[in-house]
Nanobody, 124 residues
Framework: QVQLVESGGGSVQAGGSLSLSCITSAYIYSSHCMAWFRQAPGKEREGVAGIDSDGSTRYADSVVGRFTISRNSAKNTLYLQMNSLKPEDTARYYC??????????????????WGQGTQVTVSS
């Protein structure tokens, strides 16, 4: 049973923008903090942004000032707004949920639920 469903990926030129969405169940949304991770070919999965139950956020240094994570309780949906995209942002982006108040993006191993991912490709 799929618990997290991402959408919004695609192809864009450098400097462009994309918005990702991740819809989940009311149970997961209300009891988990959530985050976005990404994985490029041949590389480890890395944390991009996390948002806690109280709305506190954190970002990887590489995306600070360009990406914004947010959540909508009315829609049980997590978002990632990505601006000023660079070719090095090319990866498969995954939504994840952790049954905790605080979502670290240092490691992926604490997360209970994962989406199937959505591909983001940025061309130069």
């Amino acid at each position: 049973q799929v618990q997290l469903v991402e959408s919004g990926g695609g192809s864009v030129q450098a400097g462009g923008s994309l918005s990702l969405s991740c819809i989940t169940s009311a149970y997961i949304y209300s009891s988990h903090c959530m985050a976005w991770f990404r994985q490029a070919p041949g590389k480890e999965r890395e944390g991009v942004a996390g948002i806690d139950s109280d709305g506190s956020t954190r970002y990887a240094d590489s995306v600070v000032g360009r990406f914004t994570i947010s959540r909508n309780s009315a829609k049980n949906t997590l978002y990632l707004q990505m601006n000023s995209l660079k070719p090095e942002d090319t990866a498969r982006y995954y939504c994840a949920a952790h049954k905790s108040f605080y979502c670290s993006i240092v490691t992926m191993h604490n997360y209970n639920y994962w989406g199937q991912g959505t591909q983001v490709t940025v061309s130069s």
